[in-house]
């Protein structure tokens, strides 16, 4: 089955340095999407990058695709203390439009004041 | 902005009783979507619904369960017989498009605990 698998599970710096977390996923995608959960609340969207796309940016954020690796990463740069929270991606099967993301087990980000 | 609201925001039911669970979409919203999120663990797909019926379900989602959209603005997700492994965050979302063009737009989720 196809599955978002990040790492690393669990990233701590300070504020203002940047944040990388990495995605993995097993097959064929139509896109792959970054969310964030902060404790106790649902997921927020953040950006969706089509597997025809390699590298989209919004805000702060950096997200890249490499379908041949079959990976994505997610930069937050300069970080703040609010970008506390859990990172999950998700992709979203080519096969079919109505089935549900794949969501990974996430990142625990913990930015230091 | 709108969002999706569900409620209740904690549910404690006994094992082998019913529940139902409740989420207003965004209004304008087309595809409804119930995942839940075992404490700890992965968020996982529960079933999709679209054109007032269900599109794909995933394993997770067998006979104890079914949905609804009793009128133009709730989807419910219904338990039949809580069992204690039903215990998680069941999270409803919505979204315009199909998950081709569309992000999802989630709710604060329920917390059901079976005891």
């Known amino acids: 089955s196809q599955q978002g698998e990040e790492d690393p599970q669990a990233l701590s710096i300070q504020e203002g340095e940047n944040a990388t977390m990495n995605c993995s996923y097993k097959?064929?995608?139509?896109?792959l999407q970054w969310y964030r959960q902060n404790s106790g609340r649902g997921l927020v969207h953040l950006i969706l990058?089509?597997?025809?796309?390699r590298e989209k940016h919004s805000g702060r954020l950096r997200v890249t695709l490499d379908t041949s690796k079959k990976s994505s990463s997610l930069l937050i740069t300069a970080s703040r203390a609010a970008d506390t929270a859990s990172y999950f991606c998700?992709?979203?099967?080519?096969?079919?439009?109505?089935?549900?993301?794949?969501f990974g087990k996430g990142t625990h980000l913990i930015i230091q004041p | 902005e709108p969002e999706v609201t569900q409620t209740p925001s904690h549910q404690v039911t006994q094992m082998g009783q019913e529940v139902i669970l409740r989420c207003v979409p965004i209004?304008?919203?087309?595809?409804f979507y119930w995942y839940r999120q075992i404490l700890g663990q992965k968020v996982e797909f529960l079933v999709s619904?679209?054109?007032?019926?269900?599109?794909?379900k995933s394993e997770i989602f067998d006979d104890q369960f079914s949905v609804e959209r009793p009128d133009g603005s709730n989807f419910t997700l219904k338990i039949r017989s809580t069992k204690l492994e039903d215990s998680a965050m069941y999270f409803c979302?919505?979204?315009?498009?199909?998950?081709?063009?569309?992000?999802?737009?989630f709710g604060n989720g329920t917390r059901l605990t079976v005891t």
């Open positions: 979302a919505s979204s315009d498009g199909n998950l081709y063009n569309s992000p999802l737009h």
């Open positions: 097959t064929s995608i139509n896109n």
């Open positions: 990058i089509r597997s025809n796309e």
């Open positions: 998700a992709t979203a099967y080519s096969g079919g439009g109505a089935d549900g993301l794949t």
């Open positions: 209004s304008n919203h087309l595809y």
């Open positions: 619904f679209y054109n007032n019926e269900i599109s794909e």
